[in-house]
T-cell receptor, first 112, second 111 residues
Framework: EAQVTQNPRYLITVTGKKLTVTCSQNMNHEYMSWYRQDPGLGLRQIYYSMNVEVTDKGDVPEGYKVSRKEKRNFPLILESPSPNQTSLYFC???????????FGQGTRLTVV | SQQGEEDPQALSIQEGENATMNCSYKTSINNLQWYRQNSGRGLVHLILIRSNEREKHSGRLRVTLDTSKKSSSLLITASRAADTASYFCATVSNNDYKLSFGAGTTVTVRA
């Protein structure tokens, strides 16, 4: 089954404790991206990757890092989480940035 | 950056009625896409309409695009309780080929 898998689904952490949210897709997509969703703001892109070892900033990249060492995986790293990063995070993949995107189920992160 | 703006923000209709929501955007686009999100879950792609297309259908969904007015509409006909969800338009500009989402329309279908 074609899917994008994120882990964990829920995470509560404390300010400053490094964390990684994993994302994996099985559709051989070149393009992967991370979004955060906050009430009233829709989805905002954090980072995207056009292929292995090619990543770039989206609209709200501050406080986040990503890596793309393999085509299927695109982890999101928060080196020092802060409460304003409390949000619902989505990973997505597609054949290109302009084509239909497939989304993971989301990771609800709370930073206290 | 957020480009699409949906209207209305929320919509409540009776089962069997049609639901219409609109999306306006600012810059020229390559295509416009509509997605559905059930409460707190991942987004699901519904339909993509290219800048040279004016109307597209998929089952009970009808999407129109007016590039002169920089707007699109999504019509759901004969709504069902299962259509209760948030609907988002996402634009792909000709500048950066990235998806930019609006804040969404929350649709509630009453039985």
């Amino acid at each position: 089954e074609a899917q994008v898998t994120q882990n964990p689904r829920y995470l509560i952490t404390v300010t400053g404790k490094k964390l990684t949210v994993t994302c994996s897709q099985n559709m051989n997509h070149e393009y992967m991206s991370w979004y955060r969703q906050d009430p009233g703001l829709g989805l905002r892109q954090i980072y995207y990757s056009m292929n292995v070892e090619v990543t770039d900033k989206g609209d709200v990249p501050e406080g986040y890092k990503v890596s793309r060492k393999e085509k299927r995986n695109f982890p999101l790293i928060l080196e020092s989480p802060s409460p304003n990063q409390t949000s619902l995070y989505f990973c997505a993949s597609s054949f290109g940035g302009s084509t239909e995107a497939f989304f993971g189920q989301g990771t609800r992160l709370t930073v206290v | 950056s957020q480009q699409g703006e949906e209207d209305p923000q929320a919509l409540s209709i009776q089962e069997g009625e049609n639901a219409t929501m609109n999306c306006s955007y600012k810059t020229s686009i390559n295509n416009l896409q509509w997605y559905r999100q059930n409460s707190g879950r991942g987004l699901v792609h519904l339909i993509l309409i290219r800048s040279n297309e004016r109307e597209k259908h998929s089952g009970r969904l009808r999407v129109t695009l007016d590039t002169s007015k920089k707007s699109s509409s999504l019509l759901i006909t004969a709504s069902r309780a299962a259509d209760t969800a948030s609907y988002f338009c996402a634009t792909v500009s000709n500048n950066d080929y990235k998806l930019s989402f609006g804040a969404g329309t929350t649709v509630t279908v009453r039985a």
